[in-house]
């Protein structure tokens, strides 16, 4: 009986969650433009229907393009800080992690009002290379977590061993370090794209409609009426992201990206 009741359990956990994805993804294959669901004359013309229209193709470009550049940003500051922390692990390298995770800790309207008010002062409102700064900034959290969390598993017998055999620091580099938190890099990167591609909030504030992303012409559409064009973007930001978190639980070390301890050394 209690078998029964937790798969009965998990099982309504499921439904919930994917709910409203699935009316979601009804409301996008609707025929006419309405957001009824069930769907009416179901149809994928809303589908072919957001690449023909220049109105939402424009801010695809300027999301995709903050959440890359935004991302590999993060990476390159989350990086020297995750490893100064490692190499040094004192009171400056601790000041410096804290540094790093403050931006995550903190309201996002908070941050986008801070990088609004700083924008504003020095020039760069409204300007896209401004929301990429705001995003990496903001978003460099993840990066330095997950890179951390590879650096914590690093033998450090294996850079021992490189030096004993003369290898020197940018070396010991490349053909240790590097390819021990290639995974994890790759990882941080990933998060940090689908959390970029997905933010509204420090988008809107640091550029207005100037550049307009997905998230704020979702918003902007809101206004005058409803289309399952808003349907469409947001099943496919949906896969998109369950895409790259799949194929980081496939070939990645996932339950160690989350934070947990290997049980036993393989």
């Not at 025929?31 to 109105?55: C, H, I, K, N």
């Not at 409204?126 to 990496?136: D, E, F, K, N, R």
């Not at 450090?156 to 490349?174: D, I, K, P, S």
């Not at 794209?193 to 979702?218: C, D, H, Q, R, W």
């Amino acid at each position: 009986m209690t078998g029964w009741l937790k798969r009965a359990y998990v099982l309504a956990i499921l439904l919930l969650l994917l709910a409203p994805l699935l009316v979601v993804t009804g409301v996008s294959i609707n025929g006419p433009q309405t957001m009824r669901f069930p769907p009416v004359e179901p149809s994928l013309r809303w589908y072919g229907a957001l690449f023909e229209d220049s109105a939402w193709l424009v801010p695809l470009g300027h999301s995709l393009l903050i959440a890359a550049c935004a991302s590999a940003l993060s990476v390159a500051i989350a990086l020297p800080l995750a490893l100064f922390a490692w190499e040094r692990n004192g009171i400056a390298a601790r000041l410096l992690t804290g540094v790093g995770l403050a931006p995550f800790t903190l309201p996002p309207v908070i941050s986008a009002l801070g990088f609004m008010v700083f924008w504003m002062t020095v020039g760069g409102y409204g300007q896209i290379w401004a929301t990429i700064v705001s995003h990496a900034v903001f978003l460099v959290t993840l990066p330095l977590v997950t890179i951390s969390l590879g650096l914590k598993g690093i033998d450090r017998a294996f850079l021992e061993a490189a030096r004993v055999m003369g290898a020197g620091r940018w070396t010991v580099m490349r053909t240790v370090i590097g390819p021990l938190l290639l995974p994890f890099i790759v990882s941080g990167y990933a998060f940090a794209f689908v959390l970029s591609l997905n933010e509204y909030i420090i988008a809107y504030m640091v550029a207005g409609f100037t550049v307009e992303t997905i998230p704020i012409k979702i918003f902007n559409a809101l206004r005058y009426g409803y289309t399952p064009i808003l349907g469409v973007v947001s099943v496919l930001f949906v896969a998109l992201a369950a895409l790259v978190f799949g194929l980081i639980g496939r070939f990645g070390d996932l339950p160690r990206l989350m934070g947990a301890e290997r049980s036993r050394r393989e």
